[in-house]
Each structure stands twice: as C-alpha cells, then as structure tokens.
C-alpha cells in the first residue's frame, strides 16, 4: 500500500458528546451512501436532522447498559474497528461472525476537564471519565492502515472532502491517528493528575485532622511558660485584647526580632494591645524615609507628620500631635529617628501608652523615664516587612506586606489628570499625604498640609463618610485661642484617597472644603466626573494608578 492509497468510506461509527458540526459532516457521508452507525444521544440529534442511522444496539445486539457506561463495547464493534483489512485471516474472520468493518469513526470524549473547572461533584467527574470513547479511538488510531479516525470537530471539513475524492490517504489517516493517540494521552494525563489530587487531598484531611486533634491537646496558652518558652513563646501578657482573654508573644524571627523583640528601656509591661497599636504606629512612621512621627490609637493614626532632616524630631513631633491632640491621649507613639531632649520635653505632659525609636538621647531617655507608666522601646535593626498573615475562622490568609514599592508609589508617575500640575510644596504634601494614607484603615481619606496630616476619615463602610469625617475632624480638632472656633485646616489642604472615588460626591465634599489638590489610584467607571469636578473647582487631581487598601 504506497502513502497516496484511498481506501473508500463506506462506512462510519459516529460518537461524539460534543454535537459541533456533527449533523453537517453526517449529511454529507450520507450523501456519498456511506452507512453510518451511531450511539444514543449523537444518533437522535443525526435522526432528527433527517438523516439515516443505523443504531449501535442493533449492531451489538444489545441495548445501552449500566446508564450508558456500557455502548459500544462489544466484539461487532471492536472486530469491526482492529480488523486489519489487509489481512486475508482477518476479513474471513469477520465474514465468518457476519461483522462488518468501519472505515471512518468519529468520536469526541466526555468533558472530564471541564466538568472538573467548573467545579463538578466527585460523582459528576467520575462519570466523566470516558471508557468507550478512548477505546474506540485508541482502536482505531492502532489500525489506521485501514480506517480513519477523527477526533475534532475541526477536522470534519478534511472528512467530508476526503469522503469525496475516495477516502483518506494511508499519510493522512496515519496523521488523524497521531491526532488521536495525543488527545487521548492528554485526556488519560488529565485524569490521572485529578486522581493524584484527590489522593493528595485525603492525605492532607487526615494530616490536618491529626493536627487538629494535636491542636486539642496542645494549647499553647494552657502550657507552662517554661514549656511555650521551649517553642519561643517569650512573654505571658497580663491579658489579651479584653481582661478575660489571655495572651502570649512569641518572636518569631531572632535575627529581625521587630518589636516583639525590642529592648524595653522603662514602664510597665507592654499588653496586646500595646503591641497592635505599636505595630501600626512603627509602620506608619517607618513608610517615611524623611524624619517621622507618628501617633496610633486603637490600630488608627490620629496624628502623623515629617520634618526635614535639618530639624530636630521634635518639629515631627509636636506637628503630629497637633493632628488630633484630643484622640493622641493614651496613644502610642513611634518614630523612624533619634528621640531627642526637645520631643521628649513634648511628650513628657501628655498620657502616652507607648513611645518607641531607634535610639534615645541619654537626656531624653532620662526624661521620659520620670513617667513610670510610660512603655519606652527601643528598635533594633532595619525596618523590615516581608509578608503579613492572618487568621481565619478554619484557615490563614497570607500575603506579601504591602509596601511603599509600587509603580504608582512614585509621584513622578502620577498622571495628572485635572487642573495645574502642582508646585514643589503641593507635590511634596501629596507625596507625603499618598505614603500616610495608607497607614489608615480603609476606607481612608487623609488630609495634609505643610508636611503633616490635619484631617483623617478612616475606617467607614463607604467613602462618602470618609470624606466627610476627614474634613470635619480637620476644621474642629486643630489647635486654637481659648474661646475661638477651631482653624478650617481643610482649606488649603491636599488629600490623599486609598481607593479610587466610586462617585463624584466624595471628592466634592473635599472640594467644597477647600481641598485645592488630590491624590487618588483612579479606575472608576466615573473617573470622568471625578474629573470633571476637580476642574470645576480648579483644584489638582493625580491618578497613581495603585491602591493602599488596609482592612
């Protein structure tokens, strides 16, 4: 037989459960008088295009079986299928049981992948594990010097011309087998990954409920604190976040101990709480590469500010302070630089829970030391944050700790998308403003002016609120004379959104205030009317293109 030989096509298996074409190529044999044999589902679509089919039952002899797991399995089938016609013993032999050979099959198999993308049932997926189908094309791809076959609806244009110039060529059904044979690796590939991960999934049960049941018996909080020492538990807090719940602190990392392991210079014992609030506080401060103050009560700045690094930290300071000077008592305070004699003086007369730096002035040190309650921390090594988790009801959420590194971070490659690019002092408020914001628990709107914030909306269900808190708590917390209304910060002031405006009105509350500029990601489907109202009002909007959410 040379590779150009056609060997006629009078008679096909059609099997397919994707229908795609299948009534089109089923015309066209059946104009050519090719004989086609088809199973349940496939056969009736075929029928009712009005086209002749001869069923499988009646070829086998026997009805589908077992809801349809068993078709086409059955010797009249198969014999007609591996016959390798070019073999006299062959074709006696299906002479001899009245069998008939196939010239072409055309077969597609059960969805099995997408039944497991889209989320199927373990019974589903089971049953998508198609047996007839890749027998019938492993069949016929092996004895391709006889038949074709083919197993994409692609590939039916090529039968119907090859039905019509005489059949397929021996190169081209030894191509369509090759076909074949890789959907058919490729399906067996995909189930037995599937199979695989179940076997993975009932380890990792198993392995997860011996744990619980670890867990259960190990609690470190009902362990000695010689034994939670053992596994690096250092601290056994007086309490945890309420009087009832107790509490321990572990280090986790000896060589980057953060402030679990900071060095305690004076006060009483830090409590959880102590450690949340400073945690936030530090990583307030510490987003700033200029010298930072900031002050955090309950996981919230209520006060941040920067100074240049010609200017003692006190400026920092007392400029923080003056944020919100009522929500600063019995907050924590941290910064990125030196206490000096001067902060400390300032710090000295009001409640303060927590003060922590990377070092003290001897008389600074001395100073804060007076105030017995007082936490004094001191900070060892470079302010790192790699990754943050957090627990859930059954499992933990990890991510990497977001970080000032984004593109969007870089007010260079801001898009300045309303009003006059700014000055330098306006930029510099922005930058300062965009790096504090994220500091705040969304929804967060930060207001700022001469490198200090003067109005924070944080925490709200929608930012509308946000907007309106930021500028209420600017224009009534500020500093003022005795029996003088409180200054409006917000006028004049920049701000800084952690998330795109959904609607126009957040940012007209801003506007209406007197905020002259805007810092926002952008993103909205109402960006243009954002837009929009900032040139209404003349005032400057940046798009960063990046969001600072913190839940």
């Given at each position: 037989?040379?590779?150009?030989?056609?060997?006629?096509?009078?008679?096909?298996?059609?099997?397919?459960?994707?229908?795609?074409?299948?009534?089109?190529?089923?015309?066209?044999?059946?104009?050519?008088?090719?004989?086609?044999?088809?199973?349940?589902?496939?056969?009736?679509?075929?029928?009712?295009?009005?086209?002749?089919?001869?069923?499988?039952?009646?070829?086998?002899?026997f009805?589908?079986?077992?809801?349809?797991?068993?078709?086409?399995?059955?010797?009249?089938?198969?014999?007609?299928?591996?016959?390798?016609?070019?073999?006299?013993?062959?074709?006696?032999?299906?002479a001899?049981?009245?069998?008939?050979?196939?010239?072409?099959?055309?077969?597609?198999?059960?969805?099995?992948?997408?039944?497991?993308?889209?989320?199927?049932?373990?019974?589903e997926?089971?049953?998508?594990?198609?047996?007839?189908?890749?027998s019938?094309?492993?069949g016929?791809?092996?004895?391709?010097?006889?038949?074709?076959?083919?197993?994409?609806?692609?590939?039916?244009?090529?039968?119907?011309?090859a039905?019509?110039?005489?059949?397929?060529s021996?190169?081209?059904?030894q191509?369509?087998?090759?076909?074949?044979?890789?959907?058919?690796?490729?399906?067996?590939?995909?189930?037995?990954?599937?199979?695989?991960?179940?076997l993975?999934?009932?380890?990792a049960e198993a392995?997860?409920?011996?744990?619980?049941q670890?867990?259960?018996?190990?609690?470190?909080?009902?362990?000695?604190?010689?034994?939670?020492?053992?596994?690096?538990?250092?601290?056994?807090?007086?309490?945890?976040?309420?009087?009832?719940?107790?509490?321990?602190?572990?280090?986790?990392d000896?060589?980057?101990?953060?402030?679990?392991?900071a060095?305690?210079?004076?006060?009483?014992?830090?409590?959880?709480?102590?450690?949340?609030?400073?945690?936030?506080?530090?990583?307030?401060?510490y987003?700033?590469?200029?010298?930072?103050?900031?002050?955090?009560?309950?996981?919230?700045?209520?006060?941040?500010?920067?100074?240049?690094?010609?200017?003692?930290?006190a400026v920092?300071?007392?400029?923080?302070?003056?944020?919100?000077?009522?929500?600063?008592?019995?907050?924590?305070?941290?910064?990125?630089?030196t206490?000096?004699?001067?902060?400390?003086?300032?710090?000295?007369?009001?409640?303060?829970e927590?003060?922590?730096?990377?070092?003290?002035?001897?008389?600074?040190?001395?100073?804060?030391?007076?105030k017995?309650?007082?936490?004094?921390?001191?900070?060892?090594?470079?302010?790192s944050r790699?990754?943050?988790?957090?627990?859930?009801?059954?499992?933990?959420?990890i991510?990497?700790?977001?970080?000032?590194?984004?593109?969007?971070?870089?007010?260079?490659?801001?898009?300045?998308?309303?009003?006059?690019?700014?000055?330098?002092?306006?930029?510099?408020?922005?930058?300062?403003?965009?790096?504090?914001?994220?500091?705040?628990?969304?929804?967060?709107?930060?207001?700022?002016?001469?490198?200090?914030?003067?109005?924070?909306?944080?925490?709200?269900?929608?930012?509308?609120?946000?907007?309106?808190l930021?500028v209420?708590?600017?224009?009534?917390?500020?500093?003022?004379?005795?029996?003088?209304?409180?200054?409006?910060?917000?006028?004049g002031?920049?701000?800084?959104?952690d998330?795109?405006?959904?609607?126009?009105?957040?940012?007209?509350?801003?506007?209406?205030?007197?905020?002259?500029a805007?810092?926002?990601?952008g993103?909205?489907?109402?960006?243009?009317?954002?837009?929009?109202?900032?040139?209404a009002?003349?005032?400057?909007?940046?798009?960063?293109?990046?969001?600072?959410?913190?839940?």
């Amino acid at each position: 037989m040379t590779t150009t030989q056609r060997r006629p096509i009078r008679r096909a298996l059609i099997s397919v459960f994707d229908k795609t074409g299948i009534v089109d190529l089923a015309r066209t044999l059946a104009e050519h008088d090719v004989e086609i044999v088809s199973t349940g589902s496939t056969g009736a679509t075929i029928r009712e295009a009005g086209i002749d089919v001869t069923d499988v039952e009646t070829v086998t002899g026997f009805p589908e079986m077992l809801d349809g797991r068993v078709k086409t399995l059955h010797p009249r089938v198969h014999a007609g299928l591996l016959a390798d016609q070019r073999l006299d013993s062959h074709r006696a032999q299906l002479a001899e049981h009245g069998i008939e050979p196939f010239d072409l099959v055309v077969v597609n198999l059960y969805p099995f992948s997408e039944t497991v993308a889209a989320g199927g049932s373990f019974d589903e997926i089971i049953e998508k594990i198609d047996i007839g189908g890749p027998s019938m094309v492993r069949g016929a791809a092996k004895n391709f010097a006889s038949l074709a076959v083919v197993v994409d609806p692609e590939n039916y244009s090529t039968a119907a011309e090859a039905v019509a110039v005489g059949g397929f060529s021996l190169s081209e059904r030894q191509e369509l087998a090759t076909i074949a044979f890789t959907r058919t690796a490729e399906y067996d590939e995909a189930i037995s990954d599937w199979m695989l991960f179940q076997l993975a999934e009932d380890d990792a049960e198993a392995e997860e409920q011996e744990d619980e049941q670890e867990a259960e018996s190990l609690n470190i909080l009902d362990l000695s604190e010689e034994d939670a020492a053992e596994l690096g538990f250092t601290a056994t807090l007086r309490y945890g976040e309420n009087p009832h719940q107790r509490a321990r602190l572990a280090v986790t990392d000896p060589d980057a101990p953060g402030i679990a392991g900071a060095e305690q210079l004076g006060g009483k014992a830090m409590s959880y709480n102590n450690y949340v609030d400073s945690d936030a506080a530090v990583r307030a401060a510490y987003d700033h590469e200029r010298p930072c103050v900031a002050v955090v009560k309950h996981n919230n700045p209520c006060g941040l500010a920067v100074a240049e690094e010609s200017e003692d930290i006190a400026v920092a300071h007392l400029r923080a302070h003056g944020t919100d000077p009522l929500s600063a008592y019995g907050g924590v305070i941290a910064t990125n630089r030196t206490v000096t004699l001067a902060m400390a003086q300032q710090v000295k007369p009001i409640f303060t829970e927590v003060i922590l730096a990377p070092a003290y002035e001897d008389a600074a040190l001395e100073l804060l030391r007076t105030k017995k309650n007082l936490r004094i921390l001191r900070l060892q090594g470079e302010y790192s944050r790699e990754i943050e988790m957090r627990e859930i009801w059954g499992g933990l959420l990890i991510q990497d700790a977001d970080v000032i590194d984004a593109d969007g971070d870089d007010p260079s490659a801001w898009t300045l998308a309303a009003g006059e690019a700014a000055d330098e002092a306006t930029l510099a408020d922005l930058a300062f403003a965009w790096r504090s914001v994220r500091a705040v628990k969304s929804n967060a709107i930060l207001l700022a002016s001469g490198g200090a914030a003067v109005g924070l909306g944080m925490g709200q269900v929608n930012r509308l609120d946000s907007c309106r808190l930021a500028v209420s708590r600017a224009n009534s917390l500020g500093e003022h004379a005795e029996g003088e209304a409180a200054p409006e910060r917000a006028r004049g002031a920049v701000a800084a959104s952690d998330a795109f405006f959904p609607f126009a009105d957040g940012a007209q509350i801003l506007l209406d205030a007197g905020v002259r500029a805007i810092v926002q990601p952008g993103g909205s489907i109402r960006d243009e009317e954002v837009i929009e109202a900032c040139r209404a009002a003349g005032a400057t909007l940046y798009l960063t293109g990046t969001r600072h959410f913190a839940h």
